[in-house]
């Protein structure tokens, strides 16, 4: 008999660099750079690829891995004096081998906790003290689950401010064949359109151009039906009010360097993200962002799937 791989396994990816490697009880699995915190892969128990990733990502720094899931921290976007998306994408992170307790289901082994903490060069683009710990755990039917721990540590007695993203790259069939639900009749920040704010209209969400939204305080609960693979997936997030919707469509393809021409087809970013109104930790205060992601089959024949039984169930 074949021996089992262990639940968590440190390996080498791409360009040498550090990864975690996750399996699930079932077959599912993911791993998680310490480039980035960065998750670049979560498979179900069939090992079928759930988060894009692009074929001409860049594994290596100072350049954030193209899809999977980017942290944007202390930043997100480009609206304050940092980089675009803050820069906790691109440090290196370090296992974090004594994390404080944490609320968890004991019999679950596949998980890894992360720490980020600025180095003396950090502080002088962001003058702040803070702990960023990453818990990724595979649950045991396979769902990926991401939960941010960030502490103020300053000493001056300081608060500090931060937006922050979960910049989550889906893998989806074609995006024209995909809708989500859990959005509609929000408010929304056009990025298209400098920030300004519109209503979403009823119905549920589909693509047929390059989308930069960010939706305001929608619920805890989102779908993306991808009708051609037959799959939803479903997002629940925490602490997290916002979602950010992007998908670059054709001509913006072209202009990244690390991304194909055609990709756009197959990935949607669906972002739990705290953006309209930024966070404030007051010295010793700790904040708690978490993502829960999962994988179901749909068979969904137009109008058969009602959205209400995806977004209660
Ligand atoms: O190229 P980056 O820095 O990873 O950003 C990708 C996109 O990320 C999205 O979250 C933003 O809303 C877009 O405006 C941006 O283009």
Redesign the pocket.
Known sequence: MAEEKPAVELAKGVNGLDKVVLRGARGSSAEVYLYGGHVTSWKNDHGEELLFVSSKAIFKPPK?I?GGI?I?FPQ???HGTLE??GFA?NKLWSIDTDPPPFPTNSSNKAFVDLILKPSEEDAKIWPHSYEFRLRVALGPGGDLMLTSRIRNTNSDGKAFSYTF?Y?TYFSVSDISEVRVEGLETLDYLD?LQEQERFTEQGDAITFESEV???YLSTPSKIAIIDHEKKRTFVLRKDGLPDA?V?N?WDK?AKA?ADFGDDEYKHML?I?AAAVEKPITLKPGEEWKGRLELSAVPSSYCSGQLDPQKVLQG
């Open positions: 954030a193209r980017p944007c997100f976007g480009s675009q998306h994408r993203a910049h990025n930069d939204k960010i950010v992007w670059p913006k990244m970013c972002e």
